[in-house]
């Protein structure tokens, strides 16, 4: 599909790949992604990442991810309701709410535990002039504005001890939930699951990485056919320069605003 550039407009790119030691062990990509686009250029998505000690992992981040986005796209937001601080914190609460239900209910539905569909949430609303991000354990929201200045909105939560997080099943996981909000000019926007965390973050100062992020920012803002840009976003995702950093699964979505 060709994108018109005539009109201002988010433009998205993202894609959840298998991460190499999933692939020697035969397991499948227990990451999960899902975005849309709503009236008056309102973005919203999730990513998640079901836990590898988890059963059904996998199920739990689909889950997670498409009640997330589903329960913001039957609220009636516009850019005037997002100008509201609080209504934003509320639909970002409602998102997280309603994401941890639907795992709980399937769960049940399945017979399982719902630590059996343990999974990572990080939901964004982005909008011309504003974006914010509620995350419940690892991976990171980060955001660019007219001005070149690149900002986390939430960092990895890696709770007490390495490679320990916090998961939307987990007891006391909304006390837990990260949320900020950003009233910019907003360029673009990334979320990514902690596959990709090293890469994209400065561990030391905890700042994004601009040297990972602002050439996918410009990659997508270039984009001309969505397919192929996915394809191409696939194919970096799997490759050696990643791989060789990381062998977990890969999320990651990229949002570019033009704003002519």
Wanted: glycine share 6%; hydrophobic share 45%.
């Amino acid at each position: 599909m060709k994108t018109s550039k005539q009109n201002p407009h988010w433009q998205v790119v993202a894609a959840s790949v298998c991460g190499t030691s999933h692939m020697k062990t035969k397991q499948l990509c227990q990451d999960a992604h899902h975005w849309q686009l709503l009236p008056g250029n309102v973005l919203v998505a999730a990513a998640a990442d079901g836990a590898g000690s988890a059963s059904q992992g996998k199920v739990g981040a689909m889950v997670a991810v498409e009640t997330a986005i589903e329960s913001l796209s039957l609220r009636d937001i516009t850019r005037d309701s997002l100008a509201d601080d609080e209504t934003v914190r509320s639909l970002l609460t409602e998102a997280l709410l309603a994401a941890k239900k639907a795992v709980e209910d399937e769960a049940a539905a399945c017979q399982k535990q719902p630590q059996d569909l343990a999974t990572t949430l990080i939901i964004a609303i982005a909008s011309p002039e504003m974006v914010a991000a509620a995350q419940i354990g690892d991976g990171m929201a980060v955001a660019k504005d007219h001005l070149g200045n690149l900002l986390a909105l939430t960092i990895p939560d890696n709770g007490e001890y390495i490679n320990e997080t916090t998961f939307l099943t987990s007891p006391g996981a909304l006390e837990t939930a990260q949320m900020r909000l950003w009233r910019e000019t907003i360029v673009n926007i990334g979320l990514l699951t902690d596959g990709l965390q090293m890469l994209a973050l400065n561990m030391v100062v905890s700042e994004p990485h601009k040297p990972f992020f602002f050439p996918l920012f410009d990659f997508v803002k270039n984009a001309e056919d969505q397919a192929e840009a996915k394809e191409q976003l696939v194919k970096f995702l799997s490759s050696e320069r990643i791989t060789q950093r990381t062998d977990d699964d890969l999320t990651l979505i990229i949002g570019s605003f033009n704003h002519l």
